[in-house]
């Protein structure tokens, strides 16, 4: 069985066949489905997809750095208080990212701070976005780290290093996706060094489909093929790889 710790299922390029696409995760051994929020926009069609699948989608909250702008507080307002009804089961999608636009990184840091800050007032973890930013972030959570921080690199793609630097804080798993399918990323190469001790699987669905989907949308159902190639990496049996990064997810979002 499997967990997929992060995938935007209410994505609008999932309209014509969301049911199926669901049912296709749960054929594939893919039971839970954990959803990260972008920004205001995207809360009611979060909260409708968990809310017509309550025992397999399960709701994040949080402020997407993209979509942090000159003032957020409004937006960040709303975060808050949405929070505050505990119905989420983590603080995400936060972060920093540097690869679109610069114009707003002190905002985006001083939202990420705060939003980490939350996490630990309401013990969640975070769900990280770290795009050409991981000396950014990794300045603020070193920072904020404590017993009661714990999250997922969303995405991670870096190098054996930043992995350990990630899982030296304690508390944090490396989200691994359909990018260690691809030959020239370095990731499978990365992972063999690391090991799957400390990672959870994800999608980032409708985005960055694994080999062989690569260039088309990627879906929950394609999990199992992650999974296969972070076994190949580390040299375990797949089904031993599920079992790992199940157990991470579910201590993860205390399930």
């Known amino acids: 069985m499997y967990i997929d710790t992060h995938t935007h299922l209410y994505h609008k390029q999932f309209d014509q066949d969301r ?18 929020n972008i920004d ?3 809360v009611e069609a979060l909260h409708t997809m968990c809310d017509e699948h309550p025992d397999t989608c399960f709701p994040m909250m ?10 957020p507080n409004r937006d960040l307002a709303e975060v808050e208080r949405l929070l505050g009804t505990g119905r989420y089961w ?5 972060g920093i990212d540097l690869h679109w636009d610069k114009t707003w990184i002190e905002q985006q840091k001083d939202v990420f701070r705060r939003q980490v800050r ?3 007032d309401l013990a969640l973890p975070v769900v990280i976005h770290c795009r050409e930013s ?14 009661h921080l714990t999250g997922v690199f969303h995405c991670f793609t870096g190098t054996e290093e930043e992995a350990r630097r990630v899982i030296g804080l304690g508390g944090f798993k490396l989200g691994i996706g359909g990018v260690i399918t691809y030959p020239k990323s370095g990731l499978a190469e990365t992972m063999a060094l690391v090991g799957a001790a400390h990672c959870v699987l994800e999608t980032d669905s409708p985005y960055l489909a694994p080999v062989p989907y690569r260039g088309k949308r990627n879906e929950s159902s394609y999990i199992p093929h992650i999974a296969e190639a972070l076994a190949a ?6 089904k031993e790889v599920a079992r790992i990064t199940t157990a991470n997810a579910e201590q993860l979002f205390e399930e």
Not at 90 to 94: D, H, L, M, P, S
Not at 135 to 143: F, K, S, T, Y
Request: aromatic letters at 6%.
């Open 19 to 36: 049911n199926e696409m669901v049912r296709r995760a749960l054929d594939a051994g893919v039971h839970k489905l954990f959803l990260p």
């Open 40 to 42: 205001i926009t995207s």
């Open 62 to 71: 949080g402020l997407h750095p993209c979509s942090v702008g000159e003032d």
């Open 90 to 94: 983590a603080v995400g999608e936060i």
């Open 118 to 120: 939350w996490a630990k």
């Open 134 to 147: 991981f000396e950014e972030v990794m300045a603020i959570v070193e920072e904020e780290n404590n017993e």
């Open 233 to 238: 990496a580390v040299g375990l049996p797949v």
